[in-house]
């Protein structure tokens, strides 16, 4: 149901762009997220969006660098991830749940889509 793409190679400093499309109908109704898990480590909230109302979340280790935004032509959350750092190497994972998007753990999302790699080297 959920698609993420996008990921890839970058510089540190560069910027990369992932998508994450599924049916306007689960968006309607649904908040979303993304999620990234760096090597060896656990999975971890990036950012939320409620399809809705625009309210958006971020992790304190990505604000003023990264931007959730929803686009209602192609029917997709993006993460437009700028001043990447090496740290910000991971697998990343779009997330959907019903109700408020101020929600941060994994484990209270129910939809997720496949991962997409993005590294960044130094």
């Known amino acids: 149901q959920l698609q993420a793409s996008g990921g890839g190679l970058v510089q540190a400093g560069g910027s990369l762009r992932l998508s994450c499309a599924a049916s306007?109908?689960?968006?309607?109704?649904?908040?979303v997220a993304w999620f990234r898990q760096p090597p060896g480590q656990e999975r971890e909230f990036v950012s939320s969006l409620s399809w809705g109302d625009s309210r958006i979340y971020y992790a304190e280790s990505v604000k003023g660098r990264f931007a959730i935004s929803r686009d209602r032509v192609q029917n997709s959350v993006d993460l437009q991830m700028n001043s990447l750092r090496p740290e910000d190497t991971a697998v990343y994972f779009c997330?959907?749940?019903?109700?408020?998007?101020?929600?941060?753990?994994?484990?209270?999302?129910?939809?997720w889509g496949q991962g997409t790699h993005v590294t960044v080297s130094s």
């Open positions: 997330a959907a749940r019903t109700g408020s998007p101020y929600v941060s753990h994994w484990k209270d999302y129910n939809s």
């Open positions: 306007r109908r689960l968006f309607s109704s649904h908040a």
